[in-house]
């Protein structure tokens, strides 16, 4: 079976710009989670989608937005991109969001904004 | 909101000696407290977790530990190897498992 999948893998944007991040879940799962993995740091929590609904949200700004479609997949957008959103972005997915249910990652998308 | 804090930030040991990790929490209703293994330019990925009504949990050579009323939980890798060279993260969640607190991360480096 595929794991989490990312598209593209590396991205290099300019300031002001905007980006559109993808993430198929694993097949079967229907909530997909967004981090952002800074250099050195532990991901944090961006957006959780679960059944195409947002489920949570951390602190980021509305430069950050989310959707996931029927058939599960989603979409991590930013706007106006700035240069300290150059991080790795995770995706993951999870069978449920309704009880506790193991968190699977991608392999990352990873944005240089210049 | 939730906070956990991860040490050491570094830990080397010698090939076939025990590593522990140690993590601390600070909301009391965390539940789930997985922890990740990353190797340099991949995904993490999940190698054991504990859920809130268990005190530890074992798979083979690793093992976690959790104390709520201090809350605390630890990792122990047992007879590293080469292999097990990697940073690791504790990380806390409330309900679901999907919003998951991440520590700092601990860089474990196995030498031969």
């Known amino acids: 079976d595929a794991g989490v999948t990312q598209s593209p893998t590396h991205l290099i944007k300019t300031r002001g710009q905007h980006v559109t991040l993808r993430c198929s879940p694993i097949?079967?799962?229907?909530?997909v989670s967004w981090y952002q993995q800074v250099l050195g740091q532990g991901p944090q929590f961006i957006f959780q989608?679960?059944?195409?609904?947002?489920?949570g949200r951390g602190n980021f700004p509305d430069r950050f937005s989310a959707r996931q479609f029927p058939n599960y997949s989603s979409e991590l957008n930013v706007n106006a991109l700035l240069l300290g959103d150059s991080a790795l972005y995770l995706c993951?997915?999870?069978?449920?969001?309704?009880?506790?249910?193991?968190?699977?990652f991608g392999n990352g998308t990873r944005l240089t904004v210049t | 909101g939730e906070n956990v804090e991860q040490h050491p930030s570094t830990l080397s040991v010698q090939e076939g000696d025990s590593a522990v990790i140690k993590c601390t929490y600070s909301d009391s209703a965390s539940n789930y407290f997985p922890w990740y293994k990353q190797e340099l330019g991949k995904r993490p990925q999940l190698i054991i977790d504990?859920?809130?009504?268990?005190g530890e949990k074992k798979d083979q050579r690793i093992a976690v530990t959790l104390n709520k009323t201090a809350k605390h939980f630890s990792l122990h890798i047992t007879e590293t190897q080469p292999e097990d060279s990697a940073v690791y993260f504790c990380?806390?969640?409330?309900?679901?498992?999907?919003?998951?607190?991440f520590g700092t991360g601990t860089q474990l480096k196995v030498e031969l």
């Open positions: 989608y679960y059944e195409k609904e947002e489920r």
């Open positions: 990380a806390a969640s409330t309900g679901g498992g999907n919003k998951l607190t």
């Open positions: 097949s079967g799962h229907k909530s």
């Open positions: 993951a997915s999870s069978l449920s969001a309704a009880s506790i249910s193991p968190l699977h």
């Open positions: 504990i859920r809130s009504n268990v």
